[in-house]
């Protein structure tokens, strides 16, 4: 018989629960990353936002394939998708 650590102990998983909560009290509940103090405050007295857009290449990729298999009726509702990136060269 066999006995194995675990991977995680009991300390590990409570500082992993007490950082999950830290962020969900502190950090805006839209993802975005910012303080909640920050995104919440009062538009005329809180910080400025600037919003850029950035396109990620590899999920465009991503995208383009899902819809050329969508133009041509392709069931894949069993598939899975990956990205893999070919280094140019």
């Known amino acids: 018989m066999t006995t194995r650590e675990p991977e995680w102990t009991e300390q ?3 500082e992993q629960l007490a950082l999950a909560d830290y962020r969900q009290s502190l950090l805006c509940p839209c ?4 303080l909640a103090a920050d995104t ?3 538009w005329e007295t809180g910080p ?3 919003a850029t857009h950035t396109t990620c290449r590899a999920r465009a990729a991503l ?3 899902q819809k050329a298999d969508a133009d041509r009726k392709k069931d894949n509702s069993a598939g899975f ?6 280094e140019k060269g």
């Open 12 to 14: 590990d998983r409570a």
């Open 31 to 34: 993802g975005c990353g910012y």
């Open 40 to 42: 919440t405050s009062r």
């Open 48 to 50: 400025e936002f600037d």
């Open 63 to 65: 995208v383009e394939a």
């Open 81 to 86: 998708w990956a990205i893999s990136m070919q």
